[in-house]
């Protein structure tokens, strides 16, 4: 993962697209990015969407869209200063005693 | 990384979650997620977006934000089988081909 | 519809919003306004978000949500000086052309 | 604006397109379709977004994108029975009260 955040960091330097890696930038550019990530799973069933990752060529595109999902989620945490494992342990605590297992359990009110 | 998949899943598995986990449902709520996300920055200047993380109830926001976010892509990736920082570096490597250094050093013709 | 755009216009100026109403800034709210109403059919199946309109509480949620975006998409039009309807028509036929009746019917190949 | 609403069905009737077009499929389509737009901005200044309609390139995608993203919605509320113009007139109405203009002008703290 820190492997991954200094391979992006390079690949930003060395273009000099420091300039444009601006917090709001990287927000958009992460949200076009789910954008297209959604465009794969938008006209298939529950169904179909659930095996997309036996069909090769939807997988390579789906995995493609992840990976490009991740590059601008770790280019945008790294500009803030944000450990993104850490961001994402520290919420989940936190939602965890929002919603407490025997509360929720197999319901969808909230997620 | 392994340890937040690892936990990701659990939360989700206590609750009785995996029945409303489907790739399509997460690829939602992690479009859901980047809309909040984007909404800390949006009325902001650029200058005010980047320093954003001075503000401490700002940078609170934004870093659990930032959690959430990643929350999601974690599990849509564990869920579809795909391991999250190997598809970045994958997608990396052919960024890196299709925009040589020499090309695109400072143009923000694509990026 | 060109009263819409008035009255949305004329809320903007009287609380001297127009120096937020930038294009980018727009298209960001446009776009985190879409992530709430994302968030209204996540955990549905399909067949509960088709009833959503059924369910009171739901119905007056859409409906604020799809208003919201509403506004923000009339905005955004305005301050880039483009007619709505008229993109949307002109788009259409467009797509009229590239997916021919009597070769996508009833194929989501495209949409 | 009912004009587009019924040319927007026809389009999807004629092409037996009802089965892809649920309230969920439309709001990810959407969804989608924004993503695009802010991928016409994410990397421009708040200047050059700014003047975007001054480049014939860029004005003739930020038409196209901005009529796709009116084509979802309005085939969205038409689905959900919504009337579009009318749900944004009345949410702006609520969102008036909600920001007093004597309270907000010049603020961008929610707006």
């Known amino acids: ?15 000099d697209w420091q300039q444009f890696h601006t ?4 927000a958009m550019a992460l949200a076009g990015e789910v954008g297209e990530l ?5 006209w298939l069933t529950p169904e179909q969407a659930s ?4 069909d090769t060529e ?3 595109r789906v995995r493609a ?10 280019r945008l945490a790294d500009v803030l200063g944000i450990d993104l494992v850490e961001a994402a342990l520290t919420k989940l605590d936190e939602v ?13 009110a909230k997620r």
Chains 1, 2, 3, 4 share one sequence.
């Open 1 to 15: 993962m820190s492997d991954l955040t200094t391979q992006v960091r390079a690949f930003a330097e060395e273009r």
């Open 23 to 26: 917090p709001k930038n990287l």
């Open 38 to 42: 959604l465009a794969e799973f938008q």
């Open 51 to 54: 095996a997309v990752m036996e």
């Open 58 to 60: 939807a997988a390579a």
């Open 65 to 74: 869209e992840i990976g490009d999902v991740m590059i601008y989620l770790t």
């Open 96 to 108: 965890a005693v929002r919603y407490p297992v025997h509360q929720v359990k197999g319901s969808a």
